[in-house]
């Protein structure tokens, strides 16, 4: 893989590359920014750029030509992955979880391409309602690959997608080795909630901020790479909204804002006719999601809630909404306004939060719909 199979990001690129070439690479990466722009595809190219050069420049020696074979497949010996797992019913009660029980898996899910979602990951580990998480065994193994020479006698690499995702232990154990890393290691870490992350490990990080992706890099993205008309990809490429994750979601017919769209609405229409036993079995419904769904679906809630407050503007260039979305939204943006916008959006990201501390679902979401009740009724 090299850079070029990254959608837009040509800055962040440039960045990257003259960090080698100026010889003032850190030992430890901390990309951030928004979900779908990239920051894992832009880890592993850039894994690739330090473990095998660049393609486009012409260098082929027998070395380069080896490890860009092996990087082809993900199969480099200098490349390690850490990535949130699940503890499965077959493995014993005292087992800690680490990244090689799923090998096989993530090396299934990465062949896919470089850009992948949580719940694409949680599919390919056949989890239920598990959380995912990387646990304090998976330092200490970490620990132990990189004590290791360098096979290939430059680099070794360690991409760690989803730091925030680590237990305790385990993140006070990786902060030991970002505080005394080994010899000739670089750490890429990939986050969605830098937030969440111990304040003294993002300290030993150097930070890159990965912006949304262009429109136009989208748009253009989607007719070479997708063969899509280009009337169709500007219109995905505006919804898209910088993620080239939801320009994918667009294209495909089943995708699960639809399901998340239809629960929003039934949740809306409910709320609003005070059904309060059809709201109990709404929630029953959305808690046997699993937790990770559960809070997927509050984020698109809480999206939702924006533009439908923006709609009543009557100002299109404001709004980033699927014709489905826009066509519920004539009707019903006028109970979202000035009085309740905020606290609406404040009760789904409590309840997202709730469900992120294993709160009971059921109560979480039967809770939140009866205060909606009360506050679409704000004017």
Known sequence: MDFSEVIGQEAVKERLIQMVKEDRLPHALLFCGPHGAGKMALAMAFACYLLAGDETNGESSPSVSN????????EHPDLHFSYPTIKLPSMSSEHQPVSTDFAKEWHGLIMQGTYFTMNQWMSQMGATTQQAIITGAESDELSRVLALKSSQGGYKVSIIWLPERMNLTSANKLLKLLEEPPQGTVFLMVCEEPEKLLETIVSRTQRIDVKRIEDKAIENALVDKRGIDADAA??????????????????????????????????????????????????????????????????YFQHQVRENFMFNFRTPELNYMTLEEENFAKNFARFINEANVIEINELFQRANRDIGQNANAKIVFYDMALKLIVLLLKK
């Open 67 to 74: 490890a860009r074979a092996m990087l082809r497949n993900w």
């Open 234 to 299: 500007h219109r995905i490429a505006r919804i898209a909204n910088g993620s080239w994750l939801k320009a994918l979601e667009s294209l495909d017919a089943g995708n699960e804002n639809r399901e998340f769209h239809n629960m929003f609405q039934m949740l809306m229409r409910l709320c609003y006719l005070r059904n309060v036993k059809d709201l109990k079995r709404w929630s029953e419904v959305v808690a046997g999601y699993g937790r990770e769904k559960e809070r997927r679906m509050l984020t």
